[in-house]
């Protein structure tokens, strides 16, 4: 995550925070936070990705933008279409078609919360925001690590919101594939060491797979040496 892009497609990085206090006050591993411009897009979007393996180190938006003074003007859920889907997957040992739905696996979108904040002053609206945000679990054998992925963006103080929320939309979309692909240069770890990386549920595996074709070696011999 530290070495997470500064530029994603036609996205560039126009700012970058440190976040390194934030963090030791929550007890999370990572925060990144930069802000991202587009030549077509009139207002940048913010990037906020926090990755912990406390669970209390994430207060979910719907909690952390009250607190920062804003209402709640909306809240509800936004399909985000990714059309690069390199990243995502087939689940082992099951049937992809007939258990993608089951299992939640990637469809061609992802399900990210959407809210609508904002503040007011004297009884006017000054500052109107779009959030997506959404939640992934590490490794299905590793319970510990969390990750928090939201996306805001300024909006009008009145009117629509449709502009605004295509271009973050947009955006979230070119951000996914990033948070799970092998980035160029790295080579890619051997299956047991990142079993092993995966906890108790990953060594768990690793002797399964080693004992079964111990045992298939074995057998014979033990059979036959009971025969004589």
């Not at 963090?23 to 897009?41: E, M, N, T």
């Not at 399909?79 to 299992?103: C, H, T």
């Not at 904040?117 to 054998?141: A, Q, W």
């Not at 919101?161 to 990033?178: H, I, Q």
Request: glycine residues 8%; charged residues 20%.
């Amino acid at each position: 995550m530290q070495a997470f892009p500064t530029e994603i497609a036609d996205w560039h990085s126009v700012g970058s925070y440190n976040k390194s206090t934030l963090a030791g006050q929550l007890g999370a591993d990572v925060v990144l936070s930069r802000d991202y411009s587009h030549p077509s897009a009139y207002q940048p979007v913010f990037l906020l990705i926090m990755q912990s393996r406390n669970r209390s180190s994430f207060h979910p938006p719907i909690v952390c933008y009250p607190a920062l003074g804003y209402e709640i003007e909306e809240e509800t859920t936004e399909g985000i279409p990714v059309s690069n889907a390199s990243w995502a997957s087939k689940p082992l040992f099951a049937s992809w078609e007939s258990r993608k739905e089951e299992l939640g696996c990637f469809n061609g979108s992802i399900s990210a919360k959407r809210l609508v904040v904002f503040k007011e002053s004297g009884g006017k609206i000054t500052e109107r925001r779009v959030v997506l945000y959404f939640y992934v679990k590490d490794n299905p054998l590793a319970a510990d690590t969390f990750t928090m992925i939201r996306v805001s963006s300024m909006a009008p103080l009145k009117g629509s919101l449709g502009g605004t929320l295509n271009y973050t939309k947009d955006f979230m979309a070119e951000v996914v594939p990033y948070l799970f692909e092998v980035r160029a240069g790295e080579e890619e770890e051997i299956i047991a060491v990142r079993l092993a990386n995966a906890g108790v549920g990953g060594l768990v595996v690793i002797g399964v797979l080693i004992s079964v074709p111990v045992g298939i070696i074995v057998y014979p011999r033990i059979k036959r040496r009971n025969k004589t």
